[in-house]
């Protein structure tokens, strides 16, 4: 799957250019959501979505429906762009939210208190806050960053990016399988398997606490 002597490492929007655009999301995202917790609250507390490394992939995942679906409006009056984010952004925050509670059981935002809310999933306030960053990331953020990760030299490049697509991939599977335990385990119900047993050994409640402060067991649905 390597490139041709003479092409960019990743040029246009290709599967190695999108996937630097979901490590980069991944790892912005918890830097944002850090700061944000910091300035409201006055403490830093863990924003990860994945056990290993300070990476969510809920932000990634958002950063490449953003990237895809707003590149051809980068020339828009900033309304548009701004609109169509809010509508990207609210309904991707409600799927995902959708999707981890089908899988583990577990939410990690609420805002079923918040007025103008849809299924406690999402909200207006969140939609007008992913349409600012939507507007800024295809205007400001992702043209930087494509220019700096097309300068990643090729064989580095291809390289790393399949190293980092393992990593994630185990990492993202991982951290599903020990919450999804995680909450086996607070509904008691025993381990029936070896892999069972040893998340249960590797992955103890009061760890998965402190890796995920704000998730809630809500059951599957």
């Known amino acids: 799957m390597g490139k041709k002597s003479g092409k960019s490492f990743a040029s246009g929007i290709d599967f190695y250019k999108l996937f630097w655009v979901f ?13 944000f917790c910091l300035v409201n609250s006055g403490y830093i507390q863990s924003r990860q979505g994945v056990i290993y490394g300070p ?32 509508v990207l952004g609210g309904g991707f925050e409600f799927l995902s939210s959708l999707i981890q509670q089908y899988v583990t059981g577990t939410v990690s935002w609420q805002y079923s208190q918040l007025p103008f809310n849809f299924g406690g999933r999402t909200s207006l306030r969140y939609s ?44 993202m599977s991982i951290s599903a399988l020990a919450v999804n335990r995680w909450n086996q385990r607070i509904n ?3 381990a029936t398997s070896t892999i069972g047993e040893v998340l249960d050994r590797a992955y103890p409640d009061i760890f998965l606490q402190q890796v995920y402060p704000n998730m809630v067991h809500v059951g599957h649905p």
């Open 188 to 190: 008691n119900i025993p």
């Open 128 to 171: 007008f806050y992913w349409g600012f960053l939507g507007l800024l990331w295809v205007k400001e953020i992702y043209p930087v960053l494509s220019k700096y990760i097309e300068k990643i030299p090729q064989k580095i490049g291809v390289v790393l990016t399949w190293m980092l697509v393992v990593f994630m991939v185990l990492n």
């Open 23 to 35: 490590m980069i999301g991944c790892f912005l995202g918890v830097v944002v959501e850090t700061l």
């Open 55 to 86: 990476f969510n992939p809920v932000y990634g995942f958002g950063a490449v429906v953003l990237t895809l679906v707003l590149h051809p409006f980068t020339k828009k009056p900033w309304y548009v762009v701004f609109l169509l984010s809010m």
